[in-house]
């Protein structure tokens, strides 16, 4: 018996600081100790190599990481000098450092962290829009359970828009389904109230209809997720207006790469001023990762502001625009419904853009309350659910 064992071997193997259940990987059958790194081969016949400064540095003693907050409290700074002592006792590898500091990890763990293991997520990878999409919808009742909730997480996470539906007529109630996660104040409040005002500070708040935009592309950071829940909708005309920036970038992609180049790689301003307010950003119209998938979009046409460039790119970036523009407001890709008295839309306000028709305020009330949320709230919802659902 090896030293590591012993003197471990009079406490039971320390907990490992996860949320996630680990337990079921395969058994750990052989460490072998290499150069600087432990090769390690399961039961399963699967084989992976460590750096030593690796497992180090993902000791979960209560040294290495807090028990509480389960947050990393070791600094890998130091060079490993010495090779540990190896044991594998218990489903645990221990690992007795030259400082006489142990280590243990649980083979389940490790087998799960191999760098060639696809790492779990409970997250749904956006998808572009098909044909014949329409929003999942979730009925009120049914979203307050963790089935629901975890229904329209996964729809809003892939296709940016979903529908909540049969809710009550109720004021705030918006602000009651949003407050699961810190709602996102910005300029416009909290939660904000959707209807025609006598003097507006922005062009949502008269009765015009909206062409597709994204709200404040004037910011940093704009709102990830808006949340419009409506409670009176009996003005004629009113219908809401969405599009998927995914699956229109690959259409301008197709149809038009050069658009799409001119489009992301040319950063434009924005900015928006009210009487207490000047919020101004440039950055370009879409945003692409270096994969080439859509990062973020920025379409909004009335808080454009001054277009900047210079006179010789002016014509091609007008034009790159209107490509763009008319993509989005095609039948192929704008989509078109009227939202109902007790219906909440929440759509991904940085991939999906939204619109509304023209209203006649003098013909019936139109009422909409909106707030804005976080899409890590979202995420972090569904990572939680996904501890206690099937
Ligand atoms: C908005 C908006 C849409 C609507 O408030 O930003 O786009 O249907 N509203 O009124
Ligand atoms: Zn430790
Ligand atoms: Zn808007």
Redesign the pocket.
């Known amino acids: 018996m090896t030293s590591a064992l012993a003197a471990t071997e009079k406490r039971s193997p320390p907990q490992m600081s996860e949320l996630t259940p680990y337990e079921h990987g395969p058994a750990l059958s052989d460490a072998t100790l290499t150069d600087s790194s432990l090769a390690l081969t399961w039961e399963d016949g699967t084989h992976t190599t460590l750096p030593l400064l690796w497992l180090r540095d993902h000791c979960a003693c209560a040294q290495c990481r807090h028990p509480q907050t389960r947050e990393r409290l070791y600094l890998p700074l130091d060079d490993i000098e010495q090779a540990p002592s190896v044991t594998l006792a218990d489903g645990h590898l221990y690992l007795q450092w030259q400082d006489g500091h142990v280590s243990a990890f649980h083979s389940g763990w490790l087998y799960q962290r191999r760098p060639e293991a696809t790492r779990f997520s409970a997250l749904p990878a956006p998808q572009p829009w098909r044909d014949d999409f329409f929003p999942e919808g979730v009925r009120h009742a049914d979203f307050l359970t963790p089935e629901g909730e975890k229904t329209w997480l996964t729809a809003m996470l892939r296709d940016g828009l979903a529908l909540v539906t049969d809710a009550p007529l109720v004021e705030e109630e918006v602000s009651r389904l949003a407050e699961r996660g810190p709602q996102r104040a910005t300029n416009f409040g909290g939660r904000?109230n959707?209807r025609s005002k006598p003097t507006p500070n922005n062009a949502?708040y008269t009765a015009v209809g909206?062409p597709l935009?994204i709200?404040l592309p004037n910011w940093q950071q704009p709102p990830d997720i808006?949340l419009?829940y409506c409670l009176q909708n009996d003005a004629s005309g009113?219908e809401?207006l969405f599009a998927d920036g995914a699956r229109v970038i690959n259409a301008l992609r197709e149809q038009d790469p050069e658009a799409l180049v001119i489009l992301s790689e040319t950063p434009i301003d924005f900015r928006f001023q009210d009487d207490t307010h000047d919020i101004a950003i440039k950055a370009p119209v879409i945003t692409l990762d270096s994969q080439g998938e859509l990062v973020e979009i920025r379409l909004n046409n009335w808080i454009r502001d001054t277009l900047h460039l210079p006179a010789e790119k002016m014509a091609a970036w007008y034009s790159a625009y209107k490509a763009l523009w008319q993509l989005f407001h095609s039948d192929a890709h704008q989509l078109e419904f009227t939202?109902k008295p007790g219906q909440m839309v929440a759509f991904d306000n940085r991939r999906v853009l939204?619109?509304?028709r023209e209203f006649d305020p003098n013909s019936g009330a139109r009422h909409?309350q909106?707030t804005y949320l976080d899409r890590d709230m979202l995420a972090s919802r569904l990572r939680v659910l996904a501890r206690t659902t099937a």
């Open positions: 904000f959707v949502a909206l935009h709200d808006q419009l009113g809401s939202l939204h619109g509304r909409l909106g």
